[in-house]
DNA sequence: CACCAGGCAAGTA
DNA sequence: TACTTGCATGGT
């Protein structure tokens, strides 16, 4: 790994901790680029343990890929994503999704996936219900493009350990990882998938706690109380 | 009972 | 530009 400016020095020492102290996570968890941009819209502000159970609806419907979600009816599949909430707001997103996928492609789906970075995230960012995070997730995950995932867990898990301000926006957050580290897709999709992995299991009132594993990155003087700037 | 989860868009000031 | 609000289910 590139260590060779100080921020690559930081971020190569806290991807050692977590990836010591939770081993391979093996994402992103789907069986297709498609289930992985369906599960992109469906895991928005929801746990995955209740978008797992919405694909399992859409596949049983037949409805886990291109032509099998147009195919599917409204009110079907408004039904199967049920339990990943949002349910009326998320149909419309995936058929959003199927609408860009249709007519910027023809509906071919490894038209997409072949197409330029870029030019790839500028469109998934223009399709309703597709921001940022989304976009990234599917340009790593399904696309497998050195794009780094920002998410709630990135910036609250740098700002308690002093890496960035309270304030820190998307694409700042961003560059923080890609300007210090290679562009490998490979590192990109571990170090995500290790920061939501310990940032769930953060401790709200006490980052510094005995078990965290994070709790000699940086330096234990530079870790901050309270969540994202309040309470600081 | 309250709070949170792998966000986003639209409205307001 | 920077807040605020609606969207909704299921687990702790």
Redesign the pocket.
Request: zero cysteines.
């Given at each position: 790994m590139d260590c060779t400016t100080p921020a690559g020095e930081r971020l190569n020492r806290m991807f050692a901790c977590l990836s010591g102290h939770f081993g391979p996570q093996h994402?992103?968890?789907a069986d297709s680029p498609w289930e992985v941009m369906v599960?992109?819209i469906l895991?928005?502000?929801?746990?995955?343990?209740?978008v797992e159970?919405a694909i399992a609806n859409l596949r049983a419907a037949g409805a886990l890929s291109v032509a099998g979600l147009r195919a599917l009816g409204d009110t079907d599949l408004a039904a199967a994503i049920?339990?990943?909430?949002?349910?009326?707001?998320?149909s419309k997103r995936l058929r959003n999704l199927v609408a860009f996928v249709d007519t910027a492609y023809g509906g071919d789906l490894e038209a997409v996936l072949a197409e330029e970075t870029a030019r790839l995230r500028e469109g998934l960012?223009g399709?309703?219900?597709?921001?940022?995070?989304?976009?990234d997730?599917i340009l790593l995950?399904a696309a497998g493009r050195p794009v780094f995932v920002v998410?709630?867990?990135t910036h609250r898990i740098l700002y308690r350990h002093g890496q960035c301000d309270a304030?820190a926006?998307y694409e700042e957050l961003q560059q923080l990882f890609t300007d210090h580290l290679p562009l490998d897709p490979a590192l990109f999709n571990e170090f995500h998938a290790l920061l939501?992995q310990v940032?769930?299991q953060l401790c709200?009132r006490r980052p510094l706690c005995a078990r965290c594993p994070l709790r000699d990155w940086p330096e234990a003087g530079g870790v901050r109380q309270g969540v994202e700037g309040v309470e600081a």
């Open positions: 994402w992103w968890p599960g992109a895991t928005q502000n929801t746990n995955w343990q209740n159970k049920r339990p990943a909430g949002y349910y009326n707001l998320k960012l399709v309703k219900g597709i921001g940022l995070e989304t976009a997730s995950y998410d709630a867990y304030t926006g939501v940032g769930k709200r």
